[in-house]
């Protein structure tokens, strides 16, 4: 016995969607990213979809919710977060279509299979293992810093997952731009859609979407900016369509 306590959980609901997520009171939990990294992947049809890194599993949720015919799988490094993440698939009744599985993205393609998928997304550690406390490596040391797994880490795996045209998606602190167009050139994901996040209108983007095709053809569009909130703190119209709320 080490007298340690056990993890508390709790159970969040993701509203107005009406999803259940388990999460760590005292470890990593979700955020703004996962929800419009989701969106902004746009899940579809009878796809086969990949989160790495899936953490709590709320991409992999949302991804379901959004295309009710497709496959989504999630891979969490972290045994303990894969299991929270299994479980929150199964207290939503999606264990049919949502599978997860405790590894390393990349050990995927070896373990899972090469183009498997039609579309992998990833919410990566934003922070460079130079950077901060960044040894020990705790729930959010891993979420947050590059100890497990780097951009090109990232990169290399989504491509041997990818079929022909498949679609990665990524979201990214906007200062790092370079670094993810050179790791998306370096293996083989044309650059395609570009989106920044910005927190108001008048404040610098803090956020970057971006989405590569594996062999994909030259030609970058990039969209509108996304403005998170208003002068008064409100969300904004474009927020609220990311976030599936309703007009006030």
């Given at each position: ?9 709790r159970v ?22 996962a ?14 979809l990949?989160?790495?890194g ?8 949302i991804?379901?919710?959004d ?12 045994p ?12 939503n ?50 979420a ?34 370079a ?21 108001t ?10 989405e ?8 970058v ?13 409100a969300y904004?119209?474009?927020?609220k ?8």
């Amino acid at each position: 016995m080490t007298g340690q306590n056990p993890p508390r959980e709790r159970v969040d609901e993701l509203t107005p969607r009406g999803l259940k997520i388990l999460q760590r009171e005292d470890g990593f939990r979700y955020g703004t990213d996962a929800i419009l990294l989701a969106h902004f992947a746009g899940a579809k049809g009878r796809e086969t979809l990949v989160d790495m890194g899936t953490g709590t599993g709320i991409m992999a949720l949302i991804m379901a919710l959004d295309a009710p015919s497709a496959r989504v799988i999630g891979l969490e490094i972290q045994p303990d977060m894969a299991d929270m993440a299994a479980r929150s698939v199964a207290m939503n009744g999606l264990q049919d279509r949502v599978t997860i599985h405790a590894m390393d993205l990349k050990e995927a393609p070896r373990r899972l299979g090469h183009h498997i998928a039609d579309r992998v997304v990833c919410n990566p550690p934003y922070i460079p293992v130079t950077q901060g406390p960044q040894s020990v490596p705790n729930q959010l040391n891993l979420a947050r810093h590059e100890i497990a797994c780097t951009m090109d880490d990232v990169m290399e795996a989504g491509y041997r997952l990818l079929r022909n045209g498949g679609r990665l998606c990524v979201i990214y602190p906007a200062a790092r731009t370079a670094e993810i167009l050179v790791s998306m050139e370096r293996h083989r994901l044309a650059p395609k859609r570009l989106q920044l996040i910005q927190p108001t209108y008048d404040a610098p983007p803090g956020l970057i979407l971006a989405e590569g095709i594996r062999n994909g053809n030259p030609g970058v569009m990039w969209l509108p900016p996304l403005i998170m909130r208003t002068a008064d703190g409100a969300y904004t119209a474009q927020a609220k369509r990311y976030y599936h709320l309703e007009e006030e």
